[in-house]
């Protein structure tokens, strides 16, 4: 068989697109445990390409990152990060998490320009976390104060500013520090994924606008816009999973 890069070349521009996209999936693997051998990305693909559902979030993944891993923006769009989330979602997304660049050059490059949009590492996942942070108890306070303040930031309506008070504030307590940079994990994880999300665009990047963080003007524009991705992405949360949202959801994956 030829080689990938060979294959590249072969099949012109669209493939370099799927080769752009096999980076992120080898980056990913940060976030989950490798299941089995692992797949070469290209394997990876084809495989996706087999389901219908993973097919589409590959291609809105490869429209929403674009600027990213064409090097256009170093600011990873929301919109790509809730591309990322839908895919990981689907039956065979996650087979990509682990997909291996081997020897590609172009494929290990656009690792390195995807990694902005990609979970933080960590030793620890945020359902340990969010356990010794319960078990603490200056911890665990604030995180009451936390699911008391931010309610409205989990329906995806707004990041008000006593939930931006409660954040500092926990930012603080060492135990809450862990929160910062765990990684979504187990049956929480996609709850976990979505607040990220709405954390981002409601509390963070809001802050950022009206501070003058230095953002343009079409970052900002760009920002707003993202918003119409992030609640399509996160509408695809069933209705169980919003009352368990609520009623178990914490800042382990917030800060």
Known sequence: M????????????????????????????????????????????????????CHYAYDQYLYACAPVINGDRKKCPSHCISSLIQ???????????????????????????IEPCLPRTSNMGCTEARRQCERDYQCSSAMRDY??????????????????????NMRNIPKAQQLDTCVCDGTERTICEYVKVSMKNFCFDSMDRYAGSGFSDSDSEDD???????????????QTDRI?????VTPAHLL
């Open 147 to 168: 699911l008391f303040h931010c309610r409205k930031l989990f329906g995806g309506e707004r990041c008000s500013d006593d939930c931006r008070r409660v954040i500092a």
């Open 224 to 238: 707003y816009d993202d918003m119409e991705d992030y609640v399509y992405a996160c509408e695809k949360l069933t």
């Open 2 to 53: 030829a080689s990938f890069a060979g294959f590249i070349k072969w099949t012109g521009r669209s493939t370099l697109y799927l080769c752009c996209a096999f980076a992120l999936f080898g980056c990913l693997c940060i976030a989950s445990p490798t299941h089995g051998r692992r797949l070469i990305c290209w394997q990876a693909i084809m495989k996706c390409h087999g389901e219908p559902e």
């Open 244 to 248: 368990a949202h609520e009623s178990v």
């Open 87 to 113: 895919l990981n979602l689907t039956e065979t997304g996650p087979s990509l998490e682990d997909c291996d660049c081997a020897s590609d050059p172009v494929c290990r490059s656009t690792k390195r320009a």
